[in-house]
């Protein structure tokens, strides 16, 4: 049940663009992105409930594919503190609990 | 301030024993979870709650259980049942409704068992 995100892990200089992506097998109600420093909790970035629906600010956005199972993490313009893992988490439709994918290590270099 | 708050830090302890971790919020969460993290393979849910006195298991609930005698406390214990269980340990908890909401998460417990 736990979604499948890609890729495994990314580098890029600062100020390149990345893409993250999360996919279920299962019917989604919601997805959740977070991210994760190394040795601290996970933060909360956004959460997408709606098919298509699209949210964020400035740099960072998400988009959910209602129809598709997936759901994107859009990083514009990188910068050094966006380094750490991202996580996406999907809760599925009568299922009140929020399963999480293997992770997307993001490294910024200077 | 409101949070969640997990104790200890750091937990020592030697193969064969019981180990229980601490996770205590004082958000009004009804949804409480606990998630186990190792290298590579992102956080797997072991249980959670959705209401005082009840509990499901997660994906990986083998070796492990849990009780929530009150809102705001979700303790969990590591048996000896468990094979493999030095990890970095996270509890969260939410707000239950109509529409999901965001997870708050502890600092975590880092279990070492020797």
């Known amino acids: 049940q736990q979604p499948v995100q890609s890729p495994q892990a990314v580098i890029l200089r600062e100020g390149e663009d990345a893409v993250i992506n999360c996919s279920s097998s299962?019917?989604?109600?919601?997805v959740h992105w977070y991210r994760q420093k190394h040795g601290e909790a996970p933060v909360f970035l956004m959460i997408l409930l709606k098919g298509g629906e699209q949210k964020g600010h400035e740099k960072i956005s998400a988009s959910f594919n209602e129809k598709k199972q997936q759901s994107s993490l859009y990083l514009t313009a990188s910068q050094l503190s966006y380094s750490g893992t991202y996580f996406c988490g999907t809760e599925m439709w009568g299922a009140q609990k929020l399963v999480f994918g293997q992770g997307t290590r993001l490294t910024i270099n200077p | 301030d409101g949070g969640i708050t997990q104790s200890p830090k750091y937990l020592f302890r030697k193969e064969g024993q019981n180990v229980t971790l601490s996770c205590e919020q004082n958000l009004n969460h009804d949804a409480m979870y606990w998630y186990r993290q190792d290298p590579g393979q992102g956080l797997r849910l072991i249980y959670y709650?959705?209401?005082?006195?009840?509990?499901q298991k997660g994906d990986i609930a083998e070796g492990y259980s849990v009780s929530r005698e009150k809102k705001e406390s979700f303790p969990l214990t590591v048996t000896s049942a468990q094979k493999n269980p030095t990890a970095f340990y996270l509890c969260?908890?939410?707000?239950?409704?109509?529409?999901?909401?965001?997870?708050?998460f502890g600092q975590g417990t880092r279990l070492t068992v020797v």
């Open positions: 969260a908890s939410s707000i239950i409704g109509t529409a999901s909401t965001e997870a708050f």
């Open positions: 299962k019917a989604l109600y919601s």
């Open positions: 709650s959705q209401i005082v006195n009840d509990f």
